[in-house]
């Protein structure tokens, strides 16, 4: 997933100039306004400035410590901040850069306004920007698109790299779920008149943009609630460091010698044990998360749904293109009592010569590699096609002599037998429900004289289930993920399939209201659905969905009712959407975990330098050995800003992510952030120590 | 100094608690679900008849708001009555040895105390409290302030279990069944066997009985006459009588160990031979402590229908208290160097202890009366070695969710749980669920709230105290041990345990006051919170388990509940043990 991720994006975690942006950007951030939004930074910032005042009080009167070893500390409390800061805005910086991309595609272009529906209705030409919901435009060769429409005359082929990153253009036509064309785009071919389904800003780019520079980003509902522990942690951290004052002065009279505690050693011990690690980096891994989604070619309208994503206990997933590949295919024929293979082979490449349908050229392909019956040509049999309709369900030719040869589906082809009364052969029915028990589609092939109807057997097309797509599912299932596959297919095919599969569920026969139905059920259960969904019919579902992802190639109104997009339309995507939600909850959980388990070792170098002036036995606390008080106070300080960056790249890759149980997950990440959270700073303390001391700055 | 006897006895003593908790949880769950059981068909009389004279419909149910106002109310006016009580005792009768009211800041304290299920005493028993006050004031909130933590429990487990709904059951059922069919029967049982053991029941006063041999001892002087004249010297003086308190003693002394209260009817609490007078009394008495505590884990697995969660919880709880009790036998049983070195072997340290205990009992009960939220003692707190006594002060420290007050250590605990499934929930990749509910902005906000106050209460109580003249006046002892006095009191009013390092003379204007503040809001600025939390989780729908879900119910959960209860108890409160028992400890081995 990774991988693909960084081909999509192409663009390596540091990429030099997007670092430079971001180091200008954390002095920008510094502004009130800006930390106040997050309750652990601005703790630390206001720590920052009051060290600074103390710095000041120092060097020009009496301070309460050296100048050097306040300054010195003042300057790591704002690194800190900065650090903070820097995360951000690498984040931040990843998604700007998409976003100037995508900017080029929405500049303004002008448009050819009609004054009615028809494309030889008067037009005027106006900047994109003047168009409003409603309006209709013309858009010809080579023209781009000015807003998000919907075409309502017209084919054309489009370029939507702009969007998609895709160079294959697509087919957008009038009518159907291919009808809708995105604001930005190119015609390459033909023209369309498309009726505008967005106003100025609201457009689909607009959006996109908006989410991919966070600009319209709000907290999400997990991480205000994180929020709210994170906060309560610095409260708890803020009052412990301020009664730890009167505790100091009263300890200091007791013992009848040292100095009470100084505030800028307290602001030290502060900003130490306050969660700055996770609070610094809690904003870059909630845009990282967002981002990585992007780079997976989705974009999702908020970052709730991502969020939900994480959560995901059910899976619905188309069986065409997702669990099968798209087409069946003809892998037997089942000829009727007194009917030969080869005759009923015969008949049924005659019927598919003018199908063009993936089925149809199956059965052709079957018929040449089972008894070597060539491609005929239709014209010089004096054959006419017989086109597929709604009515009829079947399709065929017409040969000379009033014979014709007709293929389709059980029951369209017992009802033509049944209305000629005739007879349809019991051994033909039995076929059908093998062929249906087995996971397969049964199509009949049948042939009619002037006055007779004889059914001559069946046509066995398969599924192929995808490769792989089994251990997918093994691998959800261990995540705790149930798939339901939803199929139109009768129940017996599509139970055959679903064991085929392996997914733990199905929905066969399945229409949009019945979609909806389940997504209801389902949620009822206080389970949480996905589903993935291209036409309007959809568009309910999706809606209803707690994460509704939209093929890019949908609908308008597809897109509208789901809350993400994938612009690579790809049915599989699904599952990569829940690695990348699980994966942003599990970052935030490691680094909450790992820097509180900091604080440990944190007490260790502060505790006994601030007290051992008044009582020289809790020296024996100072179990790293650590030069000085001042400096395993400064030691500490440092290390707390250092770990801030070093965990950036963690914080915008996120942590590994492997699917198994939520036991056995946990299990990991505690041994690996939690105790290595308890471990870590006990090293690079006492490491940043010894760099001081033999610095000659302890 | 320990003898295998030792550890057979605490052996005993678990096993029996273990033996004892299964079945009565079982049997509260029946009780706080309201279904039939032996007890309703006797005494369900008595308990509608309740229900009629209050005016009461027990088929009502409250939400969240109206369960917490219900509860507050009840309390408001338990206060009210007990003050007054307080302030007019010697006004009323059973007064046999013509005790007088209480001055307004002691009554204030010590109404509030009770109400809280604290029962800090800034008083002595024998001296202040006439039997009526002992009676109609103190015992009967032993038994209801316990009842509200019951109720209170219950509201949060109901928020567990049900769905979409706002309702959460009936205050004042709850607090009538909890009293009627759990506290009176146990109550009562255990009276009749501490009377059999010799505890004093009788509603008659003070004996005088002349002495055999005559005590010649010394009054010292006063503090403000030794202001004036420092060199005054004590006064010798011959004691041929002495005075022999009786009372009821046995009725309260049952529901002061069933209810985690600890007030005791002397100052020296289950030290005194009258109120533990036995071995076997003292073994009653700490099964009673730690028994209702216990088994409410189990009649939350019961309730939740997932008997293993129930077992998860009292597992940490045993983990943190075996681990503590560990660390206070083994404290006790080094002694200090200093008097191994003048006795010239190493001895346990037996200052402030009972003979008739010994090291391993004392330090179980000083274990188990502050891992509960009880506070009666059988040895004084303030003698025990510096890390004996830090371990006292910690579990008290830790919010007193180690089995705790009755009910309100387990709705401590479950707080904690929330607090471990929402950091553990996140690690694994999933909005954190608990129990199937799902723990969101409000739930961590209320958690948050619980743990904080308790932690607020002892730092800013003995900031108050350490910067005040009149809070360090108080104390007795010089250098470090002070500190640890003055932070042993607030730790111990703030997280309603009532227990007390001798010492630190507390009766004193603001000790009482201030005290009186923080004992109230630790309970209540938990409790309602805790019902808000349960409101909340009731209103939701039950996500079902899956392989996705994190399970609450494994060893590695347990171990985690264990961790995060240590860490948020160390972060916030090893800077002030440093100054405290730590410092102390490490004078003592003369670093």
């Known amino acids: 997933m990774t991988t693909k991720a960084q081909q999509a994006a192409g663009r390596p975690l540091f990429d030099p100039s997007i670092v430079r942006a971001a180091v200008l950007d954390s002095f920008r951030k510094l502004d009130p306004r800006v930390q106040v939004r997050n309750p652990v930074m601005f703790t630390v910032y206001i720590g920052s400035m009051l060290t600074t005042l103390l710095f000041f009080q120092a060097l020009f009167g009496r301070g309460e410590a050296p100048a050097g070893f306040i300054l010195a500390i003042s300057l790591w409390l704002w690194f800190t901040v900065l650090f903070a800061n820097f995360a951000e805005a690498m984040a931040e910086g990843r998604g700007k850069a998409q976003a100037a991309t995508l900017r080029q595609a929405r500049a303004e272009t002008p448009a050819r306004r009609l004054a009615g529906e028809s494309r030889e209705a008067a037009s005027e030409t106006v900047p994109s920007t003047a168009l409003r919901k409603g309006d209709v435009v013309l858009v010809q060769t080579d023209e781009t698109i000015p807003c998000d429409g919907e075409i309502i005359d017209g084919v054309a082929s489009v370029d939507e790299s702009a969007i998609t990153g895709e160079s294959a253009p697509v087919i957008r036509e009038a009518g159907g779920d291919r009808s809708a064309v995105t604001g930005g785009t190119r015609v390459l071919s033909d023209s369309i008149v498309v009726r505008i389904s967005a106003d100025p800003g609201e457009t689909f780019l607009d959006r996109m943009i908006g989410m991919v520079e966070g600009a319209k980003r709000r907290k999400t509902p997990n991480e205000i609630a994180l929020n709210i522990l994170l906060a309560a942690l610095t409260i708890i951290f803020l009052l412990v460091c301020a009664t730890l004052l009167p505790f100091s002065v009263y300890s200091v009279n007791a013992a009848g010698k040292g100095t009470a505690i100084t505030i800028t050693v307290l602001a030290a011990l502060f900003v130490c044990l306050a969660p700055t690690t996770i609070g610094g980096l809690l904003s870059a891994i909630g845009i990282a998360g967002m981002d990585r989604l992007i780079q997976a070619n989705v974009i999702a309208m908020s970052g709730r749904a991502v969020e939900a994503a994480g959560d995901v206990d059910v899976l619905l997933l188309d069986k065409t293109g997702t669990i099968t590949l798209g087409n069946r295919q003809a892998s037997a024929f089942l000829p009727a009592p007194g009917v030969s293979e080869q005759e009923l082979a015969d008949a049924a490449q005659l019927s598919s010569l003018v199908d063009e349908t993936p089925e149809g050229r199956s059965i052709v392909v079957l018929a040449k590699e089972k008894f070597g019956i060539r491609q005929r040509d239709v014209a010089a049999l004096g054959a006419t096609f017989i086109p597929f309709t709604a009515q009829t369900r079947m399709s065929g030719v017409h040969l000379p002599g009033g014979r014709a040869l007709l293929k389709g589906a059980p029951d369209a082809i017992e009802r033509l037998a049944a209305d000629a009364g005739a007879a349809f052969p019991e051994a033909v029915s039995g076929f059908v429900r093998d062929i249906a028990a087995e996971g397969g589609t049964p199509l009949l092939v049948a042939e009619r004289d002037a006055d007779s109807v004889r059914v001559l057997g069946a046509v066995w097309l398969k599924d192929i289930v995808k490769g792989g797509i089994r251990e997918k599912f093994a691998e959800l299932r261990r995540m705790g993920i149930k798939t339901v596959m939803v199929t139109g297919d009768n129940p017996l095919t599509a139970a055959a399939i679903a064991a085929e599969a392996g997914v733990d569920d199905f929905l066969a026969e399945a229409k949009p209201e019945t979609k909806l139905a389940l997504i209801r059920k389902i949620q009822a259960e206080g389970r949480l659905v996905a589903m993935t969904g291209d036409g309007t019919n959809d568009a309910p579902a999706l809606a209803q969905a707690d994460v509704g992802v939209a093929m890019n190639t949908g609908t308008q109104a597809a897109k509208e009712a789901g809350n993400m997009v994938d612009l690579d339309s790809s049915p599989t995507k699904l599952m990569e959407i829940v690695q990348i939600g699980k994966q942003l909850l599990m970052t935030r959980g490691s680094l909450t975990t790992f820097s509180i388990s900091n604080d440990i070792a944190k007490y260790f170098a502060i505790i006994p330098a601030a007290f051992v002036g008044t009582y020289p036995a809790l020296g024996a606390l100072n179990v790293m050995h650590l030069a000085t008080p001042q400096s395993a106070i400064l030691s500490a300080v440092i290390f707390n800003a250092l770990i801030i960056v070093g965990l950036i790249p963690l914080a915008l890759r996120g942590v590994a992510y492997r699917a198994a149980g939520a036991a056995t997950v946990l299990r990991d990440n505690l041994i690996l952030y939690g105790g290595g959270g308890l471990i870590a700073p006990f090293v690079g303390i006492k490491l940043i120590d010894m760099v001081l001391a033999a610095c000659g700055l302890a | 100094m320990t003898t295998s006897t030792d550890f057979m006895q605490l052996g005993l003593f678990l096993l029996a608690l273990l033996a004892l908790s299964w079945p009565l949880g079982g049997y509260m769950a029946a009780v706080l679900e309201g279904r039939n059981h032996p007890l309703a068909r006797i005494l369900g009389w008595l308990e509608r008849g309740l229900y009629r004279v209050c005016g009461v419909d027990p088929t009502r149910e409250m939400d969240w708001k109206e369960y917490a106002l219900a509860m507050f109310l009840f309390n408001v006016a338990g206060f009210a009555v007990l003050y007054l009580l307080l302030r007019v005792q010697g006004l009323l009768p059973l007064n046999p040895d013509g005790q007088t009211g209480m001055a307004p800041d002691l009554a204030f304290n010590t109404a509030m105390s009770f109400i809280t299920n604290t029962n800090w005493q800034a008083y002595s028993g024998e001296n202040a409290a006439s039997h009526l006050t002992q009676m109609l004031g103190l015992t009967v909130h032993n038994f209801v302030s316990a009842a509200t933590g019951i109720a209170v429990l219950t509201a949060l487990i109901r928020g567990l279990i049900r769905r979409e709904t706002r309702e959460l059951g009936n205050f004042w059922t709850d607090l009538v069944r909890s009293t009627l069919y759990i506290l009176l029967p146990l109550a009562f049982v255990l009276s009749l066997a501490l009377c059999w053991q010799g505890v004093p029941q009788t509603f008659r006063g003070t004996v005088n009985a002349t002495l055999a041999e005559p005590v010649v001892y010394e009054i010292a002087p006063g503090a403000d006459a030794l202001k004036t004249d420092p060199a005054l010297k004590p006064t010798p003086a ?260 009532g227990s007390a390092f001798a010492g630190l003379s507390a009766n004193n204007a603001l000790y009482n006051l201030l005290g009186g503040i923080v004992m109230c809001t630790s309970r209540f600025w938990t409790a309602i919170p805790v019902l808000a939390l349960a409101g909340s989780l009731a209103g939701k729908k039950a996500v079902p388990t899956g392989a996705g879900t994190l399970p609450t119910h494994t060893p590695l959960f347990c171990g985690l509940l264990v961790a995060v209860v240590l860490v948020v108890g160390a972060l916030t409160f090893i800077p002030a043990l440093a100054l405290g028992p730590i410092v102390e400890h490490l004078q003592m081995l003369g670093r």
């Open chain 2, 238 to 497: 011959i004691a041929t009588q002495q005075a022999i308190m009786r009372g009821p003693m046995a009725s309260q002394e049952a529901i002061k160990e069933l209810g985690t209260n600890g007030g005791g009817f002397f100052n020296a609490n289950s030290a005194h031979p009258f109120e533990n007078p036995t071995p076997l009394s003292n073994f009653l008495e700490m099964l009673a402590i730690l028994l209702i505590p216990a088994a409410l884990c189990h009649t939350f697995g019961r309730m939740v229908g997932d008997a293993r969660q129930g077992w998860m919880l009292l597992g940490a709880m045993t983990a943190l208290f075996l681990g503590f009790l560990a660390l206070c036998w083994w404290a006790e049983s080094q002694g200090s160097p200093q008097i191994a070195a003048i006795i010239g072997t190493p001895a346990g340290n037996m200052e402030g202890k009972e003979l008739r205990f010994g090291v391993m009992n004392s330090a179980l009960f000083a274990t188990i009366t502050t891992a509960t939220s009880c506070g009666a003692v059988n040895t004084m707190h303030d003698s025990l070695t510096p890390l004996g006594g830090l371990v006292p002060m910690v579990l008290m420290q830790l919010g007193e969710v180690v089995f705790g007050g009755v009910g309100s250590g387990l709705y401590g605990m479950v707080v904690f749980a929330v607090i471990t499934v929402f950091v553990a929930g996140l690690m694994v990749g999933r909005t954190p669920e608990y129990l199937g509910k799902k723990i969101e902005a409000f739930e961590t906000k209320m958690c948050s709230l619980v743990i904080m106050v308790p932690l607020f209460g002892v730092l800013l109580g003995t900031g108050w105290a350490v910067l005040t003249g009149m809070g360090r006046g108080a104390v007795a002892n010089p250098g470090a041990h002070g500190f640890s006095e003055i932070l042993y009191a607030f730790s111990s009013m703030a997280n309603n345990n």
